[in-house]
């Protein structure tokens, strides 16, 4: 059973027709800041999701998600209406997640020592009833290298395509084919 505040977003959700988020979104590209909030509400758990499962770090999670808010607000007057709004909300999101992944990256190269020092993950395990050790998919998911989740999360879990993810990274094809082979392998690995 949900949560009643998740009843009652989803309730929210399913009674915002279009034309009423249109209104909202008119509203809110006027400067409006409460139609932003409403905007906020109706979206905010999804975008949370998308950032959790991107980062597989609830801290990092609740600030990305504040990260795409802000620049949604910021850059509400470009949205055109061209596609669904939740559609450019979820792309400024993964911009957003990946924008900070380079920026990690680029800190870690500065930081890093030039010799190689390879970081073994663990994946926690859980008890079944029987004594057995069981999976948790969302945290073997969540200890995948970053590469390969955003790669295995843009692709089999968010539908993008191979060159879609490589247009949003900035990675070659051949690099998000690499990545998104090297998780399902870790994730059979840790799931068997």
């Known amino acids: 059973m949900l949560p009643e505040r998740q009843l009652t977003h989803c309730a929210e959700v399913l009674e915002m027709s279009e034309s009423d988020l249109e209104s909202l979104l ?5 400067g409006d800041q409460s139609a932003f909030e409403q905007i906020y509400r109706l979206h905010v758990n999804r975008v949370f999701a998308l950032c959790l499962r991107m980062s597989a770090d609830r801290d990092l999670a609740e600030s990305l998600t504040q990260d795409a808010f802000v620049r949604a607000w910021r850059n509400l007057s470009g ?3 061209r596609s669904r709004f939740t559609t450019w909300l979820h792309r400024l999101t993964v911009n957003v997640v990946l ?3 380079r920026k ?3 800190k870690d190269a500065r930081e890093t020592p030039l010799e190689e020092n390879p970081v073994a993950r663990h994946i926690p395990e859980t008890r ?3 004594g057995g050790h069981r999976m ?3 945290k073997a998911i969540a200890a995948l290298p970053d590469g390969a989740r955003s790669a295995f999360v ?5 539908g993008y395509k191979i060159r879609e993810i490589a247009e949003l990274s900035d990675l070659a094809e ?3 084919k690499a990545q998104l082979h090297r998780a399902r392998r870790l994730l059979r690995e840790a799931l068997a």
């Open 136 to 138: 948790d998919l969302e």
């Open 99 to 101: 924008d900070q992944r």
């Open 174 to 176: 051949g690099t998000i």
């Open 128 to 130: 079944t009833e029987n």
């Open 154 to 158: 843009l692709h089999d879990v968010q």
């Open 79 to 81: 949205f055109e209406g």
């Open 26 to 30: 008119d509203r809110a590209r006027g």
């Open 104 to 106: 990690t990256r680029r």
